[in-house]
């Protein structure tokens, strides 16, 4: 049985089923909730129920506590409908960006190498399109479970057709150790579903953007630099990526390349445990030697909650608002690892 469930509007609903989240009904729809992990942790996509009846599903008392719960509020990747529902975002929605549907598509793997310490390089070339925007990423399903992963694009939006994906192993991890880095191969075939997050760059910018990567994080912002470079979306780009050692470090030579080509971007690795023949230090202290001030710059942060978190920071005391900082933070690995 499907139940419609209408933004308070009055202009857009979807049908959804009774084991179907109000987000995805939503998404699948084309009707734009925000939302960042779908997981239930961030709580981005918090609504506030004015009529019908629902299920909380699997929603932690974490991220929606029994007060909001009293007062109606759901996390809308997590409830279920149970009757006809009216419901309104806590988040502003912003009608000026087209995002893409949400719809499952399946491809096969045709590049799988190792790039980096545990880091591998994943593309998926797809049956079908998935457009998707700059920065946002896509649910892959670990064969023979029921378990999904989240992974960020980091090719360019306009490669529809074949996405590529960084990958971080995690040790006793069902879609890593379990997968990825022991069985699967090159022609395997791959369920997803996306594209999803409210990550990224979803239009042109007049201000330049200081780009912070830790690790894996480089994904996303690989996608954001050649969108941007590609359509002439921001006027200046400084990208840092921060790593252990050398060998934490990846595609150096293909941003070294970009650099060399476009004036307006600059590639900046940063070393934390190991000196070489560029920057050293926490790329968050690497960020503060090059700017006095940020006032007039926008910022893009991914990686580690605590590389996001003290890049925040730093990013204030150099004057960036934080309206103007966007962030994406890894999901933490060791709650989902035995999965």
């Not at 084991?19 to 779908?38: K, M, V, Y």
Request: with cysteine; charged share 25%.
């Amino acid at each position: 049985m499907a139940f419609k469930i209408s933004l308070n509007d009055g202009e857009r609903s979807a049908l959804a089923s009774a084991d179907q989240s109000l987000l995805d009904a939503f998404l699948r729809e084309g009707i734009w909730l925000p939302h960042n992990c779908t997981q239930g942790t961030c709580g981005s996509c918090k609504c506030r129920v004015d009529a019908g009846s629902f299920d909380h599903g699997g929603s932690p008392f974490e991220t929606l506590t029994q007060e909001e719960r009293d007062a109606g509020i759901v996390l809308a990747c997590q409830a279920h409908a149970q009757s006809d529902m009216l419901i309104e975002p806590l988040a502003e929605i912003d009608d000026s960006v087209t995002h893409h549907p949400m719809r499952d598509v399946s491809g096969r793997i045709a590049v799988l190498e190792d790039i980096a310490r545990d880091t591998r390089r994943l593309v998926i070339e797809l049956d079908a399109e998935m457009p998707f925007l700059a920065g946002q990423y896509a649910e892959l399903n670990v064969p023979g479970t029921d378990v999904w992963r989240q992974y960020s694009m980091a090719n360019a939006p306009s490669e529809t057709r074949g996405l590529e994906f960084h990958i971080k192993r995690t040790p006793g991890g069902l879609a890593t150790d379990g997968w990825l880095f022991k069985s699967a191969s090159v022609g395997d075939q791959v369920n997803m579903k996306g594209p999803l997050g409210n990550f990224g760059l979803f239009e042109a910018q007049d201000d330049p953007a200081i780009l912070i990567a830790g690790g894996t994080g480089l994904a996303p912002m690989k996608s954001i630099v050649l969108h941007a470079l590609a359509h002439d979306l921001i006027p200046e780009i400084f990208l840092y990526h921060g790593g252990r050692g050398q060998a934490d470090l990846y595609d150096v030579e293909f941003f070294r390349a970009l650099d060399a080509e476009h004036p307006r971007f600059h590639y900046r690795p940063c070393l934390s445990e190991e000196a070489w023949q560029e920057r050293s230090g926490m790329v968050t202290d690497c960020v503060l030697e090059d700017f006095s001030s940020c006032k007039g710059m926008s910022a893009y942060l991914c990686g580690p909650p605590a590389m996001v978190d003290a890049a925040g920071k730093a990013l204030k005391r150099r004057r960036l608002p934080p309206r103007r900082t966007f962030k994406e933070e890894f999901t933490e690995a060791a709650k989902i690892a035995a999965e």
